[in-house]
């Protein structure tokens, strides 16, 4: 069994980069990280050096990211995954500089999405200079596709130390992989893609005062504002340049005692599945999975 510590990063490929750095900054509020690299810009929302880099070139998610412990742990997660009958590819040096680790691995999992398993990802000890004052506090959460959400909860729960927190009948298994009620989502798609990423923000005010924001910016809202009964995190959910779709969401549910929680199914058809407060429902734009040969560590 792998241990996951925590989600680290998503990389995406952009065919306009000055464009997708302006609404990341301008419009979501990330921090623009100073850096050397040409053709990648890395985006900041707390402590880690980045959660989100922009890569030009092809559109569509190019990987996602999660943290182990150590070197150790990340060879013996290269072992595990390679018992199972998994590709492994190690990240270059270069591929981890741009990624702000020591080392880390890539993979595909069953169903195409590029994972990578990285550790000793940079932290900045400054405060976030945000782009602007969107309230955003952390990177909370990061959602997949996958053609069957049971089946992906099956190469989840059996590789890693992942545990379902709610399903939403066959549309979106949530996935906890610490006391957070979901780190990961896997939503029901044609194939693999980011479905979307999340930021948690200070309070309810913020969400609201960012969904005027969005609206007054003439931004896509895709869903939202609301509330979902699984995690009771209050969101907003809109739709930025290269169709990647970002959250806020506030008051997510944490599960402190494990053993207790027995995870619910919802009726994805039924009011209030989605929203407990009843507004217009839709499911989040995917961005597709960049698919070629090109060996993981070279973008």
């Given at each position: 069994m792998i241990e996951l510590e925590d989600?680290?990063?998503?990389?995406?490929?952009?065919?306009?980069?000055?464009?997708?750095?302006?609404?990341?900054?301008?419009?979501?509020?990330?921090?623009?990280?100073?850096?050397?690299?040409p053709g990648v810009a890395h985006l900041r929302a707390d402590a880690r050096h980045h959660c989100l880099a922009l890569v030009e070139g092809r559109s569509g998610v190019l990987a996602s990211g999660f943290t182990v412990t150590d070197e150790d742990a990340l060879a013996g997660a290269e072992h595990e995954l390679e018992r199972r009958g998994i590709t492994v590819r190690r990240l270059d040096a270069a591929?981890?500089?741009?990624?702000?680790?020591?080392?880390?691995?890539?993979?595909?999992d069953p169903f195409g999405n590029r994972l990578e398993l990285v550790t000793q990802q940079e932290s900045l000890a400054r405060p976030v200079a945000f782009g602007r004052a969107s309230g955003i506090t952390e990177f909370g959460h990061l959602c997949l596709d996958a053609p069957?959400?049971?089946?992906?909860?099956?190469?989840?729960?059996g590789t890693f130390n992942a545990r379902v927190s709610d399903w939403i009948g066959d549309a979106a298994c949530l996935i906890r992989i610490d006391p957070v009620h979901h780190k990961l989502a896997v939503f029901k798609g044609?194939?693999?893609?980011?479905?979307?990423?999340?930021?948690?923000?200070?309070?309810?005010?913020?969400?609201?005062?960012?969904?005027?924001?969005?609206?007054?910016?003439?931004?896509?809202?895709?869903?939202?504002?609301?509330?979902?009964?699984?995690?009771?995190a209050v969101f907003v959910y809109f739709l930025g340049p290269e169709s990647f779709t970002y959250e806020y969401s506030f008051g997510v549910r944490r599960i402190t005692d494990d053993a207790a929680w027995r995870p619910r199914t919802f009726d994805p058809t039924e009011p209030g599945s989605i929203d407990i407060w009843l507004g217009p429902t839709s499911r989040p734009v995917t961005q597709p999975q960049v698919r070629d040969d090109v060996p993981a560590g070279v973008r």
């Open positions: 989600i680290a990063y998503v990389r995406s490929g952009v065919t306009d980069l000055a464009a997708a750095v302006r609404f990341a900054t301008g419009i979501v509020g990330l921090e623009l990280v100073a850096s050397d690299e591929a981890a500089r741009s990624r702000r680790v020591r080392a880390g691995v890539a993979f595909d069957d959400v049971h089946e992906a909860y099956r190469f989840w729960s044609d194939g693999p893609g980011l479905c979307h990423v999340n930021f948690q923000v200070a309070s309810i005010d913020d969400v609201f005062r960012n969904w005027h924001y969005l609206v007054d910016h003439g931004v896509e809202i895709e869903m939202g504002p609301g509330r979902h009964p699984q995690s009771t």
